[in-house]
């Protein structure tokens, strides 16, 4: 029995739906897993928003206090204290209640993300490894346009976010704290709050354009990737001409040679 009649079509056709819709999703999670991460993010920030003189906290001290919050992403720990000198006067922790509730929601989120990155990734994954599994060489194709698809995919969504851009960083980004928060707890004032201080809006827009571009890179990559494979699957032309679109006397130079090669043979 061919393994393509133990799977029935309408489920070959599902997993594939699912896996082209997955990919800007899991493209998108990536991103953001990367940017949360990305120690240079927070440096810029600091420099370019002028933080150190907005807060009283010296650049060093920022940058410590950014590695802290990156570390409290990445660890169990339920609440978080940033230690740091400000005006000179060290604090244990920098942060009041109001903001340190606020970033178990803010870690619980980016746990969030990293879990989909993780379910999604190995969606993907399993797809691809079972196809080869069960179909080797031939579920090459398939791949192609999966990950081709995918990748047109994420354009689209991109161009939609894009769009959605242009009514204001602001709304969007009043939106996403309504949306993914069940209190108030993220309304902060920068004169008293040194988290909201420290990270500005503009510091999200920066972090927003940074994950564009990363996925902007990454589903380009999938297409230049799909081209390619499509490119090596094609059947290799014959370069020779067709015997009857050649001269009498290419013919008959054909036959000879293939005379001699009998002869040579015999």
Same mark, same amino acid.
């Given at each position: ?7 029935? =079509?309408?489920?070959?056709? %599902? ?25 240079? %993010?927070?440096?810029? @920030?600091?420099? $370019? *928003? ?5 807060? @009283?906290?010296?650049? /060093?001290? %920022? ?7 990156? /570390?409290? +992403? #990445?660890?169990?720990? &339920? *609440? ?6 400000? =005006? @000179? ?9 109001? &903001? ?20 999604? @990734?190995?969606? %993907? ?13 031939? +579920? ?28 204001? +960083?602001?709304?969007? +980004? ?8 069940? #209190? ?5 004032d920068p004169r008293r709050d040194y988290l909201i201080a420290m990270f500005p809006e503009v510091f999200f827009f920066t972090a927003t354009v940074l994950i564009i571009v990363s996925v902007t890179f990454l589903s380009i990559c999938l297409i230049i990737a799909s081209w390619i494979m499509r490119k090596k699957l094609q059947p290799q032309t014959d370069t020779e001409e067709p015997s ?5 006397? $290419? ?8 005379? &001699? ?6």
């Open positions: 029995m061919k393994p393509d009649a133990t799977i029935p =079509r309408p489920l070959k056709t %599902l997993v594939a739906i699912l896996f082209i819709t997955l990919v800007p999703i899991f493209l998108i999670a990536v991103s953001v897993r990367w940017v949360i991460n990305f120690p240079p %993010l927070y440096s810029y @920030g600091f420099d $370019q *928003y002028d933080i150190p003189s907005r807060t @009283g906290i010296e650049r /060093d001290e %920022l940058i410590s206090a950014g590695k802290q919050i990156r /570390d409290y +992403f #990445n660890n169990d720990e &339920e *609440y978080f204290a940033v230690r740091a000198v400000v =005006r @000179g006067i060290l604090y244990q922790n920098i942060y009041n209640e109001r &903001e340190v509730l606020h970033m178990k929601d803010v870690k619980a989120l980016v746990r969030g993300v990293y879990r989909v990155s993780e379910l999604t @990734g190995l969606y %993907l994954l399993a797809v691809l490894v079972g196809g080869l599994a069960i179909w080797g060489r031939r +579920f090459t194709p398939s791949i192609a346009t999966l990950i081709g698809w995918g990748g047109w995919a994420t354009v689209v969504l991109l161009v939609v976010v894009g769009l959605a851009m242009t009514v204001g +960083f602001d709304r969007l +980004f009043l939106a996403f704290h309504l949306i993914s928060f069940t #209190n108030d707890l993220w309304q902060l009857d679109n050649r001269t009498p006397a $290419q013919n008959a130079l054909t036959q000879k040679d293939s005379l &001699e090669e009998v002869n040579q043979c015999q």
